[in-house]
T-cell receptor
Framework: KNQVEQSPQSLIILEGKNCTLQ??????????LRWYKQDTGRGPVSLTI?????NTKSNGRYTATLDADTKQSSLHITASQLSDSASYIC???????FGAGTRLTVKP | DGGITQSPKYLFRKEGQNVTLSCEQN?????MYWYRQDPGQGLRLIYY???????QKGDIAEGYSVSREKKESFPLTVTSAQKNPTAFYLC?????????????FGSGTRLTVV
């Protein structure tokens, strides 16, 4: 069983709308949790990193939350743009366990 | 600009052939990694290297080989023993091993068996 589960597997939204992606993990011990954005055919690029003591971290229109007690994280995208279309990957360390990602498509 | 470069971007292999994927970084990172990405699955670790002339098997090392003769370079060879090599391969580097050090990824190589 994958130690990092992401949902939904794919999501389609209209430009300008908000959305929230989920990441549940069972990885232990926990060091930090990262969200990456991966454009099609490219390598992942880091969006946010949160340690155990952090609950929220923002990067422009991206806001990540972390509940270390329930082992859940979310990535909220505000006012989506066409360029947000990508896969979003949750990564939990210590030993960098990758989720399968959520494929987001933003339509005009 | 510092970064990590993978080549080629696309690679085609005939069955029974070995192919080598290149990965070069100028970030002065000690650690380098190779991952395989398949649709619907998370990245899976093939091999990693913490220092020059040393490397360790990851979760799916069978059918692959690596070398680390220089700090900057970590080539991956996909051998004929790898029965299902068609995938997207990502190389990454970090200052040290361990999740506290962020990864920088290359742009990937898409390998197709023809």
């Amino acid at each position: 069983k994958n130690q990092v589960e992401q949902s939904p597997q794919s999501l389609i939204i209209l430009e300008g709308k908000n959305c929230t992606l989920q990441c549940n993990y069972t990885v232990s011990p926990f060091s930090n949790l990262r969200w990456y954005k991966q454009d099609t055919g490219r390598g992942p690029v880091s969006l946010t990193i949160m340690t155990f003591s952090e609950n929220t971290k923002s990067n422009g229109r991206y806001t990540a939350t972390l509940d270390a007690d329930t082992k859940q994280s979310s990535l909220h995208i505000t006012a989506s743009q066409l360029s947000d279309s990508a896969s979003y990957i949750c990564v939990v360390s210590v030993d960098m366990r990758f989720g399968a990602g959520t494929r987001l498509t933003v339509k005009p | 600009d510092g970064g990590i470069t993978q080549s080629p971007k696309y690679l085609f292999r005939k069955e029974g052939q070995n192919v080598t994927l290149s990965c070069e970084q100028n970030l002065n990172h000690d650690a380098m990694y190779w991952y395989r990405q398949d649709p619907g699955q998370g990245l899976r670790l093939i091999y990693y290297s913490q220092i020059v002339n040393d490397f360790q098997k990851g979760d799916i090392a069978e059918g692959y080989s690596v070398s680390r003769e220089k700090k900057e370079s970590f080539p991956l060879t996909v051998t004929s023993a790898q029965k299902n090599p068609t995938a997207f391969y990502l190389c990454a580097s970090s200052a040290r091993t361990g999740g506290d050090y962020g990864y920088t990824f290359g742009s990937g190589t898409r390998l197709t068996v023809v």
